[in-house]
């Protein structure tokens, strides 16, 4: 088959609407179309989002549109706030003269799309304090064919992409020069509109299945990816689906071309990330399936580039129909398009603030001189900026914008000091008397912070400073709120410990260094601030210096005391795979626990159980510890307790296991095993979670491995235990499972004062 026909197989089901005779064409009003829809602009809104009767009630009222966002305009260096509907749009972009039955054909379909996609988007920041989404596989379909448009839709796109003239559609042009003889289209615009008609009006399968057929007829080597169809397919195929959120304090940025940004590139690769920025919280992200971790782990080191390669992707779940066989979960074979599978389960990447940052460096490095910027807060907006222009000084198209919001932000904060003083060291019904209420010397230096005159190198110093004045102080308010927030967390952590006496009781605390890196600062704090939260602490979520500082003096108030408790600071580190790299930097080496670590020898057990047990109490419970063995051991305990805690919200055991109870909070694991019992559990555990501990290895021990093999497989074993005694406690149904797996007659004993088959019975 011809190139000709083959193109005019998927043309022939697009027939252009309505080619209008001579002299019959009817006059037509331009109308203002968005090319990012509004349900988009509204999460960037200024103030508080009102319902749409809210809004058509204003809007008869005043005839003005009661939405606004803050918008930066490039080529004018303007910063203000404008109605959403005069921005991220152009007249008549989607209107077709030749149309005569409906000359805004084109926008009512997108219309249609966009709000069936704004219902999933709704559901997904729904989803964001689970952390995890589900979507039925067809949900899932229409957001990547919405996705895909976005990026198919913008501005510059439908300007650009067929113009036969620019060098880089050379390629295309013979494509596009027979495209422009179909009766009705005149222009490369014509071109654009036809091909977004042909989208609309397809199928996700019927794309699929045209971009089959012309692949099929071209044969393998076919390059032609300007065609519709093989497009689309490219977009589906080549890439995987990941949900990122902002760190904690920090928000994406919207520019006019942040749907589909390409970053990053590989050998026949030109884009590793596809971005899409949906609202202050959430962006999409379109992954190259060279990243999938067990292709990446693989591949030779710099093969590929890109800033966001230390984002640590969470590959989608595809859920299959009984009739394809079962339930199927972690498969590592991406179905093809044609596969039934019920729905996709999608663990929500939470960013880090420098992987935040690095994005929006991303978005404001395809910033173009005639483009557009639209944020939600100033604060955040400045810092993102900042971060920008020290990677990249010579860009200075947000160089008026850093300027207007250091003009506006100290302005702000001038007139905001006295108040954020008097409100965060009194409380509602005390009259303001910091002589009386507090110490002088505290006060001039909250004072000077919030003014700007007193600096530090990391949030972290600053924080630590004033608790240092704070412990010579008379009691405020300000510190009592303070200690509030460090109690309640303190006693949650409590209840997460194990019990038993730790073989470090009695051993001096470390204290805590004064001063680390302004990076390490900012990990501590987007590690430290979801956990206290988490655990019952009122941590604010507001911007004013005072609030900040009040936080952050919370967090390390906290560390300090967990400090002094080995089994407070056993269950905060392993909290998460982060936390232990983090933590551990908090102290100079030559700990008491490094010391007492030191002393202990791993020989002379009678099991491999008996072995992990003993040294897990040692290198876990010793308490802060700068030791390169305890921070494999909480890194790994906490990836393999992550694990299981996501397959348990993933709701896969079978019954009866999904329907028994999965906490215990009393249960103890036994302190010693008989050899015969403890090498087939541990053996089958190394076994089960084989996959876990090199990707584990892979992604947060890259570079940096400094065991022999025979620590690392203590550790391992350490590991496995501490995920055993988790498990005990918090996912009893998930050990149940898997002992189910052992032969009854070994009366396998795992917990203090029962065997497994008598606990079941």
Not at 278 to 300: D, F
Request: aromatic residues 10%.
């Amino acid at each position: 088959m011809s190139r000709r026909c083959r193109t005019s197989k998927w043309r022939a089901n697009t027939k252009v609407a309505g080619v209008q005779r001579a002299g019959a064409r009817r006059a037509h009003t331009s109308q203002y179309q968005h090319f990012i829809p509004r349900f988009i602009l509204r999460r960037f809104q200024v103030g508080i989002p009102k319902s749409r009767k809210e809004r058509n009630k204003e809007f008869k009222r005043t005839g003005v549109d009661p939405e606004y966002i803050l918008y930066y305009d490039v080529a004018t260096g303007s910063l203000d706030t404008r109605p959403i509907g005069k921005v991220y749009g152009v007249l008549g972009i989607y209107q077709d003269v030749h149309n005569t039955r409906n000359i805004n054909e084109l926008e009512d379909k997108l219309a249609r799309l966009e709000s069936q996609a704004a219902s999933i988007i709704e559901n997904l920041h729904k989803a964001l304090p689970q952390g995890i989404l589900a979507l039925k596989y067809s949900s899932l379909v229409l957001l990547r064919k919405f996705l895909f448009l976005m990026h198919f839709r913008n501005e510059s796109h439908s300007s650009r992409a067929f113009e036969v003239d620019r060098p880089e559609n050379v390629q295309a042009r013979q494509w596009v020069e027979r495209i422009l003889k179909a009766d009705g289209i005149r222009s490369a615009a014509d071109v654009w509109r036809h091909i977004l008609r042909y989208y609309l009006d397809s199928s996700h399968s019927d794309l699929m299945r045209h971009a089959a057929n012309v692949v099929e007829s071209g044969g393998e080597g076919l390059q032609e990816t300007h065609i519709p169809p093989v497009t689309y397919r490219t977009y589906m195929d080549d890439y995987f689906l990941s949900i990122w959120e902002a760190a904690q304090g920090e928000e994406f940025i919207l520019t006019h071309n942040a749907f589909g940004l390409s970053e990053g590139s590989a050998t026949s690769c030109p884009a590793l990330h596809r971005i899409f920025v949906l609202s202050p919280r959430i962006a999409v992200v379109l992954c190259n399936v060279r990243l999938r971790p067990e292709t990446k782990r693989h591949r030779r080191p710099r093969s590929l580039e890109s800033s966001l390669l230390d984002v640590n992707l969470a590959l989608p779940v595809p859920i299959y129909t009984a009739e394809e066989g079962g339930i199927q979960l972690f498969s590592h074979q991406r179905p093809s398009w044609e596969t039934k599978i019920d729905g996709v389960v999608f663990k929500i990447t939470k960013l880090t603030r420098s992987q935040t940052l690095e994005l929006n460096s991303v978005v404001l490095f395809n910033l173009e001189k005639t483009g557009s910027l639209t944020f939600r807060s100033g604060t955040r907006m400045l810092r993102t900026a900042h971060a920008f222009r020290s990677n990249f000084p010579s860009s200075r198209l947000v160089v008026p914008l850093i300027a207007h919001l250091t003009t506006s932000l100290k302005s702000e904060e001038a007139s905001a000091l006295c108040s954020s003083v008097k409100s965060l060291t009194a409380s509602p019904d005390e009259d303001f008397d910091p002589l009386s209420l507090g110490d002088l010397v505290l006060d001039v230096l909250l004072m000077q912070i919030c003014s700007g005159r007193k600096q530090f190198p990391s949030a972290y110093d600053r924080a630590h400073f004033v608790l240092k004045i704070m412990a010579k102080a008379k009691p405020t308010s300000f510190a009592r709120r303070i200690s509030r927030k460090v109690r309640r967390a303190f006693r949650a952590c409590k209840g997460d410990m194990e019990d038993g006496m730790s073989f470090a009781e009695g051993v001096n605390p470390a204290p805590l260094v004064s001063s680390i890196p302004r990076k390490l600062s900012s990990q501590l704090f987007e590690l430290m601030i979801p956990y206290m939260r988490k655990r019952g602490a009122e941590m604010s979520g507001g911007e004013e210096t005072l609030e900040v500082l009040q936080r952050d003096v919370a967090v390390v108030s906290f560390l300090q005391r967990a400090s002094c408790n080995p089994g407070v600071w056993h269950a905060l580190s392993h909290s998460s795979p982060e936390a232990p790299k983090i933590l551990s930097k908090l102290f100079k080496k030559g700990t008491p626990a490094d010391e007492f670590i030191a002393k202990i020898s791993p020989s002379g057990f009678s099991s491999c159980y008996n072995r992990a047990y003993s040294l897990r109490k040692v290198y876990g419970m010793a308490g802060p510890t700068t030791s390169p063995i305890s921070q494999r051991y909480y890194g790994l305990t906490a990836f393999i307790i992550e694990y299981f805690d996501f397959l348990a919200m993933l709701g896969v055991l079978p019954e009866p296991y999904f329907s028994q109870p999965c906490k215990r909070r009393k249960a103890q694991l036994v302190h010693i095993m008989p050899r015969a019992h403890s090498d087939l559990p541990m053996k089958r555990m190394k076994e089960f979670l084989r996959e876990e501990l090199e990707e584990y290895e892979s992604e947060y021990e890259s570079g940096e491995d400094t065991l022999d093999e025979t620590t690392k497989e203590w550790v391992d074993e350490m590991a496995i235990v501490g995920c055993l005694a988790w498990l005990g406690k918090h996912r009893r149904n998930i050990v149940n499972f898997i002992l189910d797996g052992f032969p009854s007659a070994m009366n396998l004993e795992l917990f203090e004062g029962e065997s497994h088959w008598e606990y079941l019975n």
